[in-house]
């Protein structure tokens, strides 16, 4: 069966950092393109990030807002996803959800910035 | 990269259609055919149900179909049941980016 798990979110002030984690099963993590989405509160679906299979380069890709803070990095042994998360705004609060079609998505993480 | 355009909401009856259209640019929607469709019910993860334009992964009934014409994709539920009342979200690759649109909620009367 194939299932993501999403973890390390929680509280963090502003300017602090988090890193998130995408746990896969079911599928190789290399062998697939792996996308960061987020939701703000009460608001729509915005794309974060994704790292490419291995076959297509194995290299990140940002979107606007976050390509300076944020870093998206895997690990084959353990297949899983990570977002390291830099230089946080109440801007960046939201649940993030890991995702890769045609796999799935998990079931997101809360992140919130607030002092 | 601006967000891609969608209805912010459309309705039908049980048994009936209903067709979410999502605009684009040549340099997303009608430059490549890789426009996927998601369906979110309140407090969910979203669901894949179209991707690469019409594809349907396994296990998504047929009443869900997707096209494409230029620089707008749709997304059409036939025969509407009570459960398909979600908010539904197109996206597409862009190269380097991937856009996601607004979002339409759909509600079955």
């Known amino acids: 069966e194939v299932q993501l798990v999403e973890s390390g979110g929680g509280l963090v002030k502003p300017g602090g950092s988090l890193r998130l984690s995408c746990a896969a099963s079911g599928f190789t993590v290399i062998n697939a393109w792996m996308n960061w989405v987020r939701q703000a509160p009460g608001k729509g679906l915005e794309w974060v990030g994704r790292i490419k299979s291995e076959a297509s380069g194995g290299t990140p890709d940002y979107a606007a807002p976050v390509e300076d803070r944020f870093t998206i990095s895997r690990d084959a042994s353990k297949n899983t996803v990570y977002l390291q998360m830099n230089s946080l705004t109440t801007d960046d609060t939201g649940v993030y959800f890991c995702?890769?079609?045609?796999?799935?998505w998990g079931q997101g993480t809360l992140v919130t910035v607030s002092s | 990269q601006s967000a891609l355009t969608q209805p912010p909401s459309a309705s039908g009856s049980p048994g009936q259609s209903v067709t979410i259209s999502c605009t684009g640019t040549s340099s997303d929607v009608g430059g490549y055919n890789y426009v996927s469709w998601y369906q979110q019910h309140p407090d969910k993860a979203p669901k894949l149900m179209i991707h690469?334009?019409?594809k349907r992964p396994s296990g998504v009934p047929d009443r869900f179909s997707g096209s494409k014409s230029g620089n707008t994709a749709s997304l059409t539920v036939s025969g509407l049941q009570s459960d398909d009342e979600a908010d539904y979200y197109c996206?597409?690759?862009?190269?380097?980016?991937?856009?996601f649109g607004t979002g339409t909620k759909v509600t079955v009367l």
């Open positions: 995702a890769s079609d045609p796999y799935g």
């Open positions: 996206a597409s690759y862009a190269g380097i980016k991937t856009v």
């Open positions: 690469e334009v019409s």
